[in-house]
């Protein structure tokens, strides 16, 4: 057979042609070298179950592909998967296998997902145990229980239960994606704190105890929260006017408080002083509050003596018993008599330095009972001290004497207090000297120990004295 040139050049051409074609579809797509193992290495995969992985199924690293699966056989203790990876990408060794589903009709892979990028690569026969390896759960199974809970609900609540899902969630895509997406990083998270997750789940115990033991004071609560709950229902009316009526009744007190803004803090800060000496004497004013009542009622009942009765006088009882002395007054404790101002006097002058009480015994029964020797101190029960300071001291109240010397000098004592009695820190004043002198001649010596004379300080003495002679006025 006799061949043209141009013949010969078309089969050359066509020859070429197919040799390519074929090297291309051997070496680029059928890669018939991968089929004799060139170019690439096994890895076993130990997995609990088969989970629909099947032979050829793809293998990828990162999202990219990387091998397939060679063979999926079973084992003893469950199912192996022999994987076939390219040469060319290292992959790291400290990682997970998870088989995932391509589509919701299967088409199986498995996913290989590094734990530390840092690590040894991956190398011929090397295994990954089941301890690495997460499959899903089975679709079959997945589906019939879908099926089972879907004919359980009847038909028409089913069309109903859809409808108004499609009407709750209608248009919510953005939202629910963004609510899966927090729900992810909050289970990353969780798996990132899992030891503190697990303490707190572990140290909840005595918490959970505290409540179960306060289980009747939570089902009181919870009673109350009813009754209150019962009672907002039964006054709706009287509720809904609160809360119509509220936003005005809550400007006119912001213009209240704006009209008494430039004094409300001074005020504010007056209340504070005596706010801290409520708190103090807490106790007295609760003592006050609960006699006051007693104490206004019994002098209405003596006001009132004799309402309805048939006698004239309408009106307290009074009598004229004149208890004089009883009880006696008491002079332990204050200036001497010399030292005292007479009563007429009407200037203010300086007080005395120290403290003027009656400084007799606390447990007496005569003389100033109620005295301010009494006073109980609120910051310390069971203690009683005149002052404010001898309270929050840890000193005890020290009586001058008991207070029963009828004569003589009233603050006479051996304990060698001042009178006044001096606060703690306080120095006692300092003593005016007093020169002696003599009535007779008129002399006496001064502070500057010079003898000087003053004769008409004293009357002269004319004759012997005797008692008459002192009864007898001056001058007779």
């Given at each position: 057979?006799?061949l043209t040139?141009?013949?010969r050049?078309?089969?050359?051409v066509?020859?070429v042609v197919?040799?390519?074609?074929?090297?291309?579809?051997?070496?680029?797509?059928i890669?018939v070298p991968?089929?004799?193992g060139i170019g690439?290495?096994?890895?076993t995969v130990e997995?609990?179950?088969?989970a629909?992985?099947y032979?050829?199924?793809?293998v990828?690293?990162r999202?990219?592909?990387?091998?397939?699966?060679d063979d999926v056989?079973?084992?003893?203790?469950?199912?192996?998967?022999?994987?076939?990876?390219?040469?060319?990408v290292d992959?790291p060794?400290d990682?997970?296998?998870?088989v995932?589903s391509?589509s919701?009709?299967g088409?199986?892979f498995?996913?290989?997902?590094?734990r530390?990028?840092?690590?040894?690569p991956?190398?011929?026969?090397?295994?990954?145990?089941?301890d690495?390896?997460?499959?899903?759960p089975?679709i079959?199974?997945?589906?019939d229980a879908?099926?089972?809970?879907l004919?359980?609900?009847p038909?028409?609540?089913?069309?109903?239960?859809?409808?108004?899902?499609?009407v709750?969630?209608?248009?919510?895509?953005?939202d629910?994606?963004r609510l899966?997406?927090g729900s992810?990083s909050?289970?990353?998270?969780?798996?990132?704190?899992?030891?503190?997750?697990?303490?707190?789940i572990d140290?909840?115990?005595?918490?959970?105890?505290?409540q179960?033991?306060?289980s009747?004071?939570?089902a009181a609560?919870a009673r109350?929260?009813?009754?209150?709950?019962?009672q907002?229902?039964?006054?709706?009316?009287d509720?809904r006017?609160?809360?119509d009526?509220?936003?005005g009744?809550?400007?006119?007190?912001r213009?209240?408080?704006?009209?008494?803004?430039?004094?409300l803090?001074?005020?504010l800060?007056n209340?504070v002083?005596?706010g801290?000496?409520?708190l103090?004497?807490n106790?007295?004013?609760?003592?006050?509050?609960?006699?006051?009542?007693?104490?206004?009622?019994?002098?209405?009942?003596?006001g009132?003596?004799n309402?309805?009765?048939?006698?004239?006088?309408?009106g307290?009882?009074?009598d004229?018993n004149?208890n004089?002395?009883?009880p006696?007054?008491?002079n332990?404790?204050?200036?001497?008599?010399q030292?005292?101002?007479?009563?007429?006097?009407?200037?203010?002058?300086?007080?005395?330095?120290?403290?003027?009480?009656?400084?007799v015994p606390q447990?007496?029964?005569?003389?100033a009972v109620?005295g301010?020797?009494?006073?109980?101190c609120l910051?310390?029960p069971?203690?009683?001290?005149p002052t404010?300071q001898l309270?929050?001291?840890?000193e005890?109240?020290?009586?001058?004497?008991?207070?029963?010397?009828?004569k003589g000098?009233p603050n006479?004592?051996?304990s060698?207090?001042?009178?006044p009695?001096?606060r703690?820190?306080?120095e006692?004043?300092?003593?005016i000297?007093?020169?002696?002198?003599?009535?007779a001649?008129g002399?006496y010596v001064g502070?500057?120990g010079?003898?000087?004379t003053q004769?008409?300080?004293?009357?002269p003495v004319l004759?012997?004295?005797t008692w008459?002679?002192?009864l007898?006025?001056?001058?007779r």
């Open positions: 057979m006799h040139r141009r013949i050049m078309q089969l050359t066509f020859a197919s040799v390519v074609a074929g090297a291309v579809m051997i070496f680029g797509y890669n991968a089929m004799f690439r290495y096994a890895v997995l609990p179950e088969a629909g992985l032979k050829g199924g793809n990828t690293y999202g990219t592909k990387v091998g397939r699966v056989r079973l084992t003893d203790t469950g199912v192996e998967a022999v994987l076939s990876l390219n040469s060319g992959i060794s990682l997970r296998a998870e995932h391509q919701a009709v088409e199986q498995v996913a290989l997902l590094p530390d990028g840092g690590s040894a991956l190398k011929g026969d090397d295994v990954i145990t089941r690495n390896v997460t499959v899903p089975d079959n199974e997945l589906v879908t099926n089972k809970g004919q359980a609900i038909r028409d609540n089913l069309k109903t239960a859809v409808d108004e899902g499609y709750a969630f209608g248009g919510l895509g953005p629910l994606a899966v997406d992810t909050l289970a990353i998270d969780a798996r990132r704190d899992l030891d503190s997750l697990t303490t707190l140290e909840s115990g005595p918490v959970l105890n505290s179960v033991d306060s009747d004071s939570i609560w109350n929260v009813a009754n209150l709950a019962d907002v229902k039964n006054h709706d009316s509720v006017k609160f809360l009526r509220g936003a009744a809550a400007d006119q007190g213009a209240l408080f704006d009209r008494v803004n430039p004094t803090p001074v005020l800060a209340l002083s005596v801290e000496v409520a103090t004497y106790a007295g004013i609760e003592q006050i509050l609960v006699v006051l009542p007693a104490s206004v009622a019994s002098l209405q009942a003596a009132i003596a309402r309805d009765t048939r006698q004239d006088y309408k307290a009882y009074l004229f004149l004089l002395n009883l006696p007054p008491c332990t404790g204050y200036l001497p008599v030292q005292r101002r007479p009563a007429a006097h009407t200037d203010a002058p300086d007080l005395p330095e120290g403290d003027v009480y009656c400084r447990d007496s029964q005569v003389l109620r301010a020797r009494n006073i109980p910051n310390a069971g203690k009683r001290a404010a309270c929050e001291s840890d005890q109240y020290v009586p001058l004497n008991e207070g029963l010397n009828w000098d006479a004592t051996l060698g207090q001042a009178v009695q001096l703690p820190g306080q006692a004043p300092a003593s000297p007093a020169p002696q002198y003599d009535p001649t002399t502070p500057d010079k003898l000087y004769s008409n300080l004293a009357r004759g012997e004295q008459e002679s002192m007898v006025p001056p001058g």
